[in-house]
Structures are given as C-alpha cells and as structure tokens.
C-alpha cells in the first residue's frame, strides 16, 4: 500500500482519549508505530462508572511494562460485603482466589478516571501529546488511507491524512456514523446513577459494599479521603425523569445504606445499553471500545474488554504498517473481538435484565439472592475459581479466527511458574515467540533459527501440566499472548510462519 506523506508520519489517527484510545496509542508506541490522537474533550475524565481491572489487562499492562504502577494506583479486592438497611447479610472473600491461573490473581479496583491518569502519565514520558478540544467532523476513505476532517480549539479546520483510523471514540461515535455501521440492541428501562460524596455513618468495611433490597440497589466503595465513597446504584421507583440531582435520590441512599450524606463532589445519570456493531472494520477504519459495543456493568466487563481490543488491534496495525505479515491479518480483528463482544453482551444482559427488574422476580434477587444465597454458595471451594476464570476474561480464546491453526490454538498462553520466574517474561517484548515445554525438535530449533523467532525450552513437569499446556507440542504466541500456532509438525508450521510472521525478525 502506497501513502502520502502525512500517512507515513503519522499513518495512524486514533479518535478519542478514553482508556481504550490510550491503551491503543501506548502499544503503538511500543511497537515503533507514529500516529496522532485527538479528543473532543478539554481534559482527561473526571467521574467515572468502571471500577475494576481484570487478571487479562494486568498481564496485557505487564507487557507493556505498567502493570505495577496501575497496581500501586489501586486495590486489591478482598472483601464484598452485602447488606441490607446497613445490615451486613453475608460477604464475599476474593484475595487471591486466581492463585496459579495468573500472574495477578486477584481483582483490582481501580476507578476509570485514576486508570486514565496513569495511561496519561505513562504516554506523556514516551512525549506523546493528545489533541485536546479536538472534534472529528468526517471521514473519507480512498484506496491508500483515509482523509479526517477535524475542528481544533480555535475553530481551525485540518485534514489529516492517515493509513488508518481507530474510532475509540465512545457509545455515539462519529468513526461509526461516518462509516455507518449499525449499531443495534437496546436500552435498559432503568436508569442509574454514580457520585462521588463523603459521608458520616457506619458502613460495612468491605473493599465494594452492596446494599440490595427489594426496591433498591446500589454500591458504595471506599476512596482515598476521609470517609468519601463513590456510591452508584438504580435510581429509585418514584423520580421523575430529567435533570436530575443527588437530592433526589438521596433519601433512597441513605435509607438504604445508613449513610448521612455530607458533601456531593460529583454526580450523574446514565443508561446502560446493551449494543454491539455490525462490523468492527470498514475497510481502513476500524471500532474500539464503546464504539464498537456496550454492554452492562456486570463483572466489571466494559472497560477491560476496550482494553482488550487495542491489543488485539495495535499488533496487527503494526506488522501491516512494516510490511511484515498478510494484509489478511487485519481481517481477524472483527472476526476474534465482534465474536467475543457478542458473547459477553449475550451473557451479562440476561444476569443484568435480573437484578435491575422491577418485576417479582428482580425483587427477590435483590432481597434473597445476592444477600443470603450468593454468599453461601460463594463458600463452595469450586466457585470463586469459577468466577474468576470467567470474570477476568483469562478464558477468551479465538479458535474460529484465520490466525488459529492446530487443536487448543487461538487461546490465551497458559500462565505456569518456571523456577523463579514464568513463562510470561519472554511476551514482554510484544513480538511473535515459540514455546516449547519438554523436548523441542531439530526442525523446529531450525525454524525458530531462520525466522529469527526467540525458542523458549521449559522442562515438562507435573507443575507445567496441570497448567493446561500439552508435551513436546510447539507454541506460537502472537505478541497479545494468544496462541497463533498449536502442534508437533514442523511441516505445518512451516507453513505458518510464512505466512503470518515477521521477516523484520529473519
């Protein structure tokens, strides 16, 4: 493919600053790959609705070197107590209850406008500036890229010209109107709330408290400051629809939770829908993030599966930019994440759909379910493992994707101690490696040798098999640390590799 110059300076343009376009420009800084990102806002974010980063994002932050700075920045999830009236009915103990299935076992709580900040913080030493006050007004796309048309801070109007453009640019996302991609599913009859306020009173002294009745359902979680909370939850039966303010849904908090309200920093109202885009590529343009599909706040799930795209897509992006693999390549990004995307949508409204009901049924989740019968079963030693392993999207996996070749290939490289380190130190440098755990084969040493890809040898044990991973069998793990390649025959994966990997490592 054939640029301009502006496309070779800059040949990606990435539209909005939230975690997700963040996310993209720092592995594309990583990877060598220039590009601009702009923002329709004067400034990062400062209220926030996600609260939780996942196992997965830790270990994608790991490889970009700034998943113990994310950590410092928040906390470790240990305790979820459930009360009523403030009354604790039952908790929930999380720790580390994914010990041995992850580098990072446990939930970290970290609100979006903290884990902006630290994005920020981190792109900033690379010397990236975004471009704030920056609006996007249309897109054309040509054979050799497209052309942006964008209003800056001063009413001054640019055309930029790039290869590609990444819309990170949220639920009503102007790349996804402009390519016009549908965007269909619904909207929750119910409508929520999330603030930032101090109080005075007792409150349970969980890391996340849930105060559920039949009625109402809301939140409150400790933050840095003298009794200060950020408190989100549904707004309550009988609140008229409109511009609302804390007061009106004040008297439900309190009532429910036995807090005295004495200070508001922050407040707003949302929807939550439930969406997901038809196609997550048009051509050179392509959805990240909420532009691509939202979907409710159960488990924690929106924001990390943002995430989760820029990693996915940033690899791909790069080695096409280089001329290193398959134009094809970029063909998998909707194929692996429209799938996932769908799934997750599928999975979280019907829980969702639940627990905010006002019907029969909703009332006795919130009064009888999460209060007295989720903390049992909680107990079961089988459950918090199996929440965890579904939670913390380590089980995501891509076998339909071109990318997967061989059985068990398309999943995430299973994480196993080696000594006093792991197997996760050798995907730091976000390229293409070769795994092999028991005897790796004369042709296979030969073909990691030509193709210039990095041959890790760990010795097979018991430890390394309980893991998941399979004797003798050759992994190769694309630089997200999913497996492209899965098997034993040098032949096949010969073919492989001449296919998707890198010549810039031959």
């Known amino acids: 493919m054939q640029f301009s110059t502006d496309a070779q300076s800059k040949p990606v343009l990435i539209i909005g600053a939230g975690p997700t376009g963040l996310c993209l420009a720092l592995w594309l800084n990583r990877l060598g790959i220039t590009f601009r990102i702009i923002d329709q806002a004067s400034g990062p974010g400062t209220t926030s609705r996600a609260i939780i980063c996942h196992a ?5 932050y790991q490889s970009l070197g700034i998943a113990e ?4 920045h928040g906390s470790k999830l240990q305790n979820v107590t459930i009360a009523q009236q403030g009354q604790i009915r039952g908790s929930l103990k999380f ?10 076992p446990f939930i970290l709580s970290l609100p979006q406008d903290i884990h902006e900040r630290v994005l920020l913080y981190h792109l900033q030493r690379a010397g990236v500036t975004i471009e704030r006050s920056t609006t996007l007004e249309s897109l054309k796309q040509h054979d050799d890229g497209v052309t942006a048309r964008v209003c800056g801070p001063h009413s001054d109007h640019e055309n930029i010209s790039a290869s590609y453009v990444a819309g990170c640019d949220g639920a009503r996302s102007t790349v996804r109107k402009s390519c016009g991609i549908k965007f269909e599913g619904g909207t929750y009859e119910q409508k929520f709330f999330v603030s930032d306020v101090n109080a005075t009173g007792h409150i349970p002294t969980g890391d996340v408290n849930i105060f559920a009745s039949g009625r109402n359902f809301c939140i409150a979680i400790p933050l840095p400051g003298e009794k200060r909370y950020r408190v989100l939850g549904l707004v309550p039966e009988g609140v008229e629809d409109g511009d609302l303010e804390f007061s009106d849904v004040q008297p439900a908090v309190e009532d429910n939770t036995r807090l005295g309200i004495t200070a508001v920093n922050w407040f707003s109202t ?3 829908h439930h969406r997901v885009a038809s196609q997550f590529r048009d051509r050179n343009v392509f959805l990240l993030g909420d532009a691509a599909h939202v979907h409710s706040p159960v488990g924690g799930q929106g924001m990390n599966t943002g995430l989760g795209d820029a990693a996915n897509l940033a690899w791909k ?11 094809k390549i970029l063909d998998t990004y909707h194929q692996e994440r429209a799938a996932f995307a769908t799934e997750l ?4 409204d019907r829980i969702f759909t639940l627990v905010q009901a006002r019907s029969l049924l909703g009332t006795i989740a919130r009064s009888f379910m999460l ?3 989720l903390p049992i079963a909680f107990k079961l030693p089988w459950i918090p493992t199996f929440a965890f392993k579904k939670n913390s999207q380590i089980q995501i996996s891509y076998p339909q994707s071109d990318l997967s070749t061989g059985n068990g290939a398309g999943c995430r490289l299973p994480w196993v101690e080696t000594g006093e380190s792991d197997n996760y130190k050798s995907l730091e440098d976000s390229r293409w490696v070769m795994h092999v755990y028991g005897e790796a084969s004369d042709e296979v040493a030969t073909l990691a040798s030509e193709s210039c890809i990095p041959l890790h040898r760990y010795a097979w044990s018991d430890h390394v098999s309980k893991a998941g991973l399979v004797r003798d ?19 096949e994966l010969g073919d492989y590799l001449k296919r998707w990997t890198v010549p810039e490592q031959r």
Not at 56 to 60: N, Q
Not at 345 to 348: D, E, F, L, P, Y
Request: with cysteine; net charge negative.
């Open 473 to 491: 069998s050759v992994y190769l793990v694309r630089p997200d640390g999913y497996v492209g390649y899965l098997g034993t025959d040098p032949g």
């Open 56 to 60: 997965r994002t830790l270990e994608m």
């Open 95 to 104: 720790g580390n209850i994914g010990a041995g299935l992850s580098p990072f």
């Open 69 to 72: 700075d994310m950590i410092s």
């Open 345 to 348: 949508v599928n999975s979280t």
């Open 270 to 272: 949302y929807s939550v």
């Open 371 to 373: 209060p007295y019968v």
């Open 317 to 327: 992006l790069a080695s096409c930019l280089k001329g290193t693999t398959d134009p």
